[in-house]
Each structure stands twice: as C-alpha cells, then as structure tokens.
C-alpha cells in the first residue's frame, strides 16, 4: 500500500518538475496544456526521542507538518485566448471587455437627459415621481436601438422615459476582444417634482 501511494505522489510531483501537464478541456473533447507549480516547502524538522530510556512503546506520534512527499501542486491555467476572426454574429451582449460609453462621459449623458426631459404634465398633477429605467441595445455601430421599459413607474414617465432615450446621440460601442459588438445598456432616468 505505501508502495503504490509513493508511485502516486512521485508521478504528482514528476509533473509538477516538468512545469507542465495535460488536462482534459471539459465540453469541448480536446485537451489543453496547463502550467503546474508547486509550492515552496520548509524542510520537515526532525524528530526528537522526547522518551525516556525503558518507556519505549514502539509507536511514534505524528508531527502534524506536512513532509515534502505530501505536498500538492498548484495548477495555473492558461489566460483565454483572444478570437483572430472578425465577431460578425449579430448577438447581444450583457457583459463585454469594455462597456458602451456616451460621447463625453456619464456627466454629458446625464446633462442630455435631463435637458431633454419634459415633466408629464398629468404626473405633475398627480405627484407622481420615481425612476424608470430603460433598456436599450448599443449596437456595433454605435447606434441606440430596441429601446423599452426595463423597471417601470408611471406608463406617462414611462413614455416620456422612452422618447428622451430614442433621441439619443450615437455612444462609443462596447467592445469584445478588441472589437465592436452589440451590448444592452441600462440607464435609470429620474422624474422628481422640485
């Protein structure tokens, strides 16, 4: 039994001073290279008899340190690798390398909310007030598209809420990889009485 467990750990390690191993790559059926490490190891200390002499009961307690059969390796996987081919599927995206931005930054797209923004005049009356947030798609190209209610308050706000959003001004697309997709984007749009 401690023969086959020794064979184990060896092998463990042989892997672990080659500095690489092969691993399956789970829902594709291919294998990938990883890096393996291990971690560094403090020689084991040395036992002491700590017995007196004639009180000997043949059995040893362990030292509870780990022993440099018993260490584990680390394994590093490799960073993803980025795609050489154009993205040219219309899909939208939720999360991307880089969000869509509004030309000028958050400051500029608050200023053209609410400069744009008419108070409903029948939620005026009714001291109805809130925030609603819209969701739009910023396509590859820039433009503001599918615009709708994501959260919604009053069906008056609501529509206001919608008719500032499709007036929008093209935003800096989001960006996968390096290159311009489809990205939703959700923004709150308030309606206070001052």
Not at 14 to 26: H, M, N, Y
Not at 27 to 48: E, F, H, I, L, W
Request: hydrophobic share 35%.
């Amino acid at each position: 039994m401690k023969k086959i467990l020794f064979l184990v750990l060896a092998m463990v390690l042989s892997l672990a001073v080659a500095g690489e191993a092969v691993t399956p790559d789970k829902g594709k059926g291919k294998s990938k290279a990883v890096k393996v490490t291990t971690p560094k190891q403090t020689p084991a200390p040395t036992r002491n008899s700590g017995h007196k002499s004639g009180a000997s009961t043949g059995r040893h307690k362990s030292q509870g340190t780990p022993s440099q059969s018993q260490a584990r390796p680390v394994v590093e996987t490799p960073e993803p690798e980025t795609p050489t081919k154009p993205i040219t599927d219309n899909k939208i995206y939720t999360a991307v390398d880089q969000m869509p931005e509004f030309p000028g930054g958050q400051a500029a797209f608050i200023n053209f909310i609410s400069s744009n923004l008419r108070y409903p005049a029948a939620a005026a009356e009714n001291n109805i007030q809130g925030k609603v947030y819209v969701k739009f798609v910023v396509t590859s190209t820039g433009k503001v598209d599918k615009v709708q209610i994501a959260r919604s308050v009053d069906k008056a706000l609501d529509q206001e809420a919608l008719r500032v959003c499709r007036m929008l001004p093209d935003f800096i697309p989001g960006r996968l990889y390096g290159q311009p997709v489809n990205v939703w984007y959700t923004a709150p749009v308030t309606f206070k009485i001052q």
